[in-house]
């Protein structure tokens, strides 16, 4: 019989099929002994990815799905740059202090020309660093006056993202959170600020609950925080997790105080990678004014003569998410994402008047909030949102169920973000699948019911 690979033993000329590489078992685990041809590594490589959802159907991520042309194209060229080499780069680290400025200005910074802030792979490292720099501050204040710097903590709502958890165990922070209710699923202003003391170094904010896209009481915080200054002349800070409504608030609720016009408000954080509209990873880190970055924390490298600061966890990152970052602010402009904020807000009322028809959820989400849709399954139904979730599956929606926090357990809930790519037209057919799905679910005899669900609580691994 004629064998391609034999015949050619780099498999140059047989068609991809027709080749060894893609009939043989290949080395998973270890690096194979042999190379083998560019295409026939491509096309194994892809086919294999094929196995994953499709994007466009990933309901559960807030991170960008989808770009336009042009960004791509940008971030094709830019693929091959390290954003740290500021020497050789310098309009790379030019177009990143300037983003630095535009997010500041949007948050109404003093001075947003000489903002404090950085670009970072997410919110994540946003919230590391934000985090070490209450930390130090802290420790700076108390070492000052003589007091002990052995048990900081941070006051938080239990329905933060997993990355303050990292963060306080990472680096050693007593984590105290303020519990929420089925009723309320947002930080009470009050309770928080009953949990801190000499030891605290910041209270957070989250302005877009993962959980509900509730935006918690930012001005409520700052003013329980004021109050409690002028009573105790204890002075907290107050970080904002912006890592989606920070790029949702401005556009969609302008005179929403949540930002730098709080004086309370000292850091936010923001995902450049959710309502930034870049693909993932950009991240990035803002602090109101220099007091606020201990020099410490600042590393100095010689940049063109000049100095640049630099405050990061990783040292090399890709730049192109930078620059696409920075083509989406000149291209858009305000009026571009007011547009996108505001149509995907009305898409997700839109979405979210149709969920509410059926008789066997109720609406969590709430209006003014992030453009997204989240509801529970009412307690007397015979199946649970994981069961939901594994039958929208079926049709290649990928909707996450998840519990709420750990003291609102018992309650399962579905969300749906809406992201660009997200048209009516979709949405329609989002809830055509909604609607026969949970009739079917409710058609089934008790014994059969909930198949696949039931799951303990566990911290959602929710983006
Ligand atoms: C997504 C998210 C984070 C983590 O952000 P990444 O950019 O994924 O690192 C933190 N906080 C909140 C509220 C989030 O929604």
């Not at 420790?139 to 006051?155: F, I, M």
């Amino acid at each position: 019989m004629f064998n391609h690979a034999e015949n050619d033993p780099d498999d140059t000329l047989a068609p991809a099929y027709g080749s060894r590489s893609l009939s043989e078992p290949i080395p998973k685990y270890r690096l194979p002994e042999g190379d083998m041809p560019a295409r026939l590594a491509y096309q194994l490589i892809h086919d294999e990815l094929a196995l994953d959802g499709n994007p466009a159907l990933n309901l559960a991520t807030f991170v960008t799905t989808w770009m336009e042309p042009e960004a791509e194209k940008l971030i094709a060229e830019t693929l091959n740059v390290n954003s740290i080499d500021q020497d050789e780069y310098p309009q790379t680290t030019e177009i990143q202090n300037r983003c630095v400025s535009i997010i500041a200005d949007l948050f109404h910074a003093d001075d947003a020309e000489h903002a404090m802030g950085t670009a970072t792979v997410g919110s994540s490292e946003a919230i590391h660093l934000a985090g070490l720099a209450m930390k130090w501050r802290w420790k700076a204040a108390r070492e000052a006056a003589g007091q002990p710097t052995d048990k900081p903590n941070l006051v938080m709502s239990e329905t933060v993202q997993v990355c303050w958890e990292k963060f306080v165990r990472y680096f050693e922070v007593e984590p105290r959170f303020v519990p929420i209710t089925p009723e309320r699923t947002v930080i009470d202003p009050e309770l928080a600020v009953s949990l801190v003391d000499e030891n605290t170094i910041g209270v957070v904010g989250i302005l877009g609950s993962t959980y509900t896209g509730e935006f918690e009481d930012i001005k409520g915080l700052s003013d329980a925080l004021d109050a409690l200054q002028e009573r105790t002349g204890l002075d907290v800070p107050l970080h904002v997790d912006g890592a989606s409504g920070a790029f949702v608030a401005p556009f969609t609720q302008p005179d929403l105080l949540w930002d730098f016009r709080l004086p309370r408000v000292k850091s936010i954080n923001t995902s450049g990678h959710k309502y930034g509209l870049v693909y993932p990873g950009v991240g990035w880190a803002l602090w109101r004014d220099k007091s606020q970055l201990p020099e410490d924390l600042i590393f100095h490298t010689n940049y063109l003569g000049g100095d640049q600061p630099t405050f990061d966890l990783n040292f090399s990152r890709g730049a192109s998410q930078i620059v696409a970052q920075y083509y989406n602010f000149l291209r858009m402009g305000r009026a571009g994402y007011t547009d996108v904020m505001q149509r995907l807000s009305a898409t997700a009322d839109y979405l979210a008047a149709l969920v509410d028809e059926s008789p066997h959820v109720t609406l969590m989400s709430k209006p003014n909030a992030l453009p997204l849709v989240c509801a529970r399954v009412n307690d007397d139904e015979p199946f649970t949102a994981y069961d939901i979730s594994a039958k929208m599956k079926e049709r290649g929606w990928i909707v996450p169920a998840y519990t709420l926090a750990k003291d609102a357990d018992h309650v399962s809930v579905l969300r749906v973000v809406v992201r660009e790519g997200m048209s009516r037209d979709m949405a329609d057919l989002l809830v055509a699948d909604f609607h026969r799905v949970t009739a079917e679910l409710g058609a089934l005899p008790p014994e059969q019911a909930s198949p696949v669900g039931h799951q303990p609580h566990k911290r959602a691994k929710v983006c």
